[in-house]
């Protein structure tokens, strides 16, 4: 890496590109879920509001497929042509598929043509995440000193919960203005064109930050020498995918707690709205502390503590909202869980994206992100809303959230430590005393 690539004020733009452009393409991207029933209405009308929410769900799930796609293509570009430029593509290519989705007339007017264009929307989407995640992560990781990256690489993870944040800020307030009908209208679709408001900032951003080329024959750190070996490469991609499958399954359920206040707890729709909105503010909140935590005491533990909390508070939270079906309680629930399943991943893009090897990181860190989130987040959404349908039972989804909690702690206790041995060191003479 060059000499300049640790610079202070390089570090903090970096964040400000890869953040804003980051959020942008995450906003869009999951305020659809916020407008799943909306947009259900829109493309796929039907006497039966089930099958039109499933249809809508079934569009959401589309823009997966295309990540694992996006990140080939475009985490391939960013580690031959530099990230900056793979930063850029994903970019432009998620403004052409905001709009194309936000100006597509409905099925009412266009028949076959509008849930076929809004499917093509979504896949533009998808293909231009999957590239994002992988280019935008590793900018930020190599532009900041190896003491410093899990703070960098939290706002991956705080830049999604702010995109979710201010989505869920857009939905509660639209709600609150417009009626039912108003927002399957055009309410939706004003929600989606207001992020592309940030989109000439983000380019120009982006634009003016130097690029950082990628040195095939540069010293492996300690922590890429991890996968050095394809057994090593092996066990960090395999406990990867688990980890960040966990993390992507948690995010979507949260992401659907707005449609599940809604369509199971009978709840008004600003209730819903209210509870993305809270359960995103934790979680933008302990993203950053995640982070800063793993570099203060390492990758492992600030992965496995926060995620054993969140274990162990899954069925007493959602309990105590049963037994007290409140709107306090609600928000409550949200709050909690949210932030506590939030905290363990900005440790967990750290240690897996920091073990990579640089030549190849931006498209296998991709890769490793893109197909679980495809595979497990994309069809969560359908799942839930199928297993609640099925069973009639709106415990379905602790349940749910549960299983997938174990099988994230489960892979992080796995998962080999990769912070520098700086931190390793401290922590290791730091003298206890007694309380």
């Known amino acids: 890496m060059h000499a300049t690539a640790h610079d202070p004020r390089l570090a903090r733009r970096a964040v400000v590109a890869a953040t804003c452009g980051n959020a942008l393409e995450f906003y869009d991207f999951v305020t659809y879920a916020y407008f799943a029933i909306q947009i259900g209405h829109t493309f796929f009308p039907s006497s039966s509001a089930y099958l039109s929410l499933l249809g809508s769900l079934a569009t959401f799930g589309a823009g997966f497929g295309a990540r694992p796609l996006g990140a080939w293509v475009i985490g391939g570009y960013a580690d031959r042509h530099g990230r900056k430029k793979g930063m850029f593509l994903s970019l432009l290519l998620m403004g052409v598929g905001i709009v194309l989705l936000a100006c597509t007339p ?69 709600s609150l203005w417009l009626s039912d009908d108003q927002l399957g209208r055009y309410g939706w679709r004003v929600a989606l064109l207001l992020g592309t408001s940030i989109l000439p900032f983000a380019l120009i951003v982006r634009r003016s930050l130097p690029d950082h080329p990628v040195h095939h024959d540069a010293p492996m750190t300690e922590a890429e020498s991890l996968s050095a ?26 992401l659907y707690m707005g449609t599940y206040a809604q369509a199971n707890l009978h ?147 796995f998962l080999p430590e990769s912070a520098p041995m700086s931190i390793r060191r401290k922590i290791a003479t730091t003298p206890l005393t007694a309380g």
């Open 267 to 413: 709840l008004p729709v600003w209730v819903g709205m209210a509870g993305d909105l809270s359960n995103n503010a934790a979680g933008m909140i302990t993203a950053i502390i995640g982070g800063w935590l793993s570099d203060k005491v390492g990758r492992r533990p600030a992965m496995i503590w926060p995620q054993l909390a969140f274990v162990l508070m899954i069925m007493p939270m959602f309990a105590w909202f049963f037994a007290t079906p409140t709107v306090a309680a609600f928000l409550t629930l949200n709050i909690v869980l949210s932030g506590l399943g939030t905290m363990p991943f900005s440790a967990a893009f750290t240690a897996v994206s920091e073990s990579l090897p640089r030549h190849m990181r931006a498209r296998a860190f991709a890769l490793v992100y893109t197909i679980p989130v495809t595979t497990m987040g994309g069809t969560t959404q359908f799942n839930l809303a199928w297993l609640l349908h099925r069973t009639g039972n709106a415990a379905v989804l602790e349940w749910y959230m549960m299983g997938i909690a174990c099988m994230g702690l489960a892979a992080m206790l």
């Open 229 to 254: 070996t394809p057994g090593g490469f092996a066990r960090i991609v395999i406990l990867g995918m688990l980890i960040i499958g966990a993390g992507t399954t948690t995010t979507y359920i949260f």
């Open 106 to 174: 409905g099925y009412a007017t266009i028949g076959i043509a509008a849930p076929i264009l809004a499917i093509v929307a979504r896949l533009a989407q998808g293909f231009a995440l999957g590239g994002e995640v992988g280019a935008a992560t590793t900018y930020m990781l190599e532009s900041v000193p190896p003491e410093r990256r899990g703070w960098a690489s939290s706002w991956q993870n705080s830049s999604q919960m702010i995109a979710f944040t201010a989505g869920a800020l857009v939905a509660f307030v639209l």
